[in-house]
């Protein structure tokens, strides 16, 4: 069953995703005025990452300042890595202050290119950073054939 909130959620999901940043602030802002109003299993944050590549692996570093290790979920599949979780509440709300850090439940998609191997996939979190690293697949060099 979809929600009214699903396509809303996808669309800015992917604006976000194609500029890499530049309307992420702009993202946060409106998910954040939607989460009163959003079902609960709607991600309301994208945490920030950082894509490396070499010849060796690919890895993705996520930003999840304040999250606990055990309400982290990665899923690798051939296409995707899928990194979910929750950040929670804290217990007490401050008397008086600001706000940033987004709260709730997030969720962050990377495309992975074809010559990674997903059952390669290690994940690490150390500091608030999670690092997930993909083993690159041998990549055969091409060959002449000579036409007969």
Do not use: C
């Amino acid at each position: 069953m979809t929600t009214k909130w699903e396509p809303v959620h996808d669309i800015l999901e992917g604006v976000e995703q194609a500029v890499a940043g530049g309307w992420y602030p702009a993202r946060r802002m409106l998910m954040s005025r939607m989460a009163d109003v959003a079902p609960a299993r709607t991600a309301l944050w994208v945490p920030e990452a950082d894509v490396e590549e070499n010849s060796r692996e690919f890895a993705v570093s996520i930003a999840l300042p304040g999250v606990d290790k055990a309400d982290i979920r990665v899923n690798v599949t051939e296409t995707v890595l899928t990194v979910s979780g929750r950040r929670p509440e804290p217990g007490r709300a401050p008397e008086a202050g600001r706000r940033e850090l987004p709260r709730g439940e997030f969720l962050r998609r990377v495309r992975l290119p074809d010559e990674v191997k997903p059952s390669s996939a290690k994940a690490s979190y150390r500091n608030g950073i999670l690092r997930v690293t993909l083993a690159r697949a041998r990549v055969h060099a091409g060959r002449s054939v000579k036409v007969e």
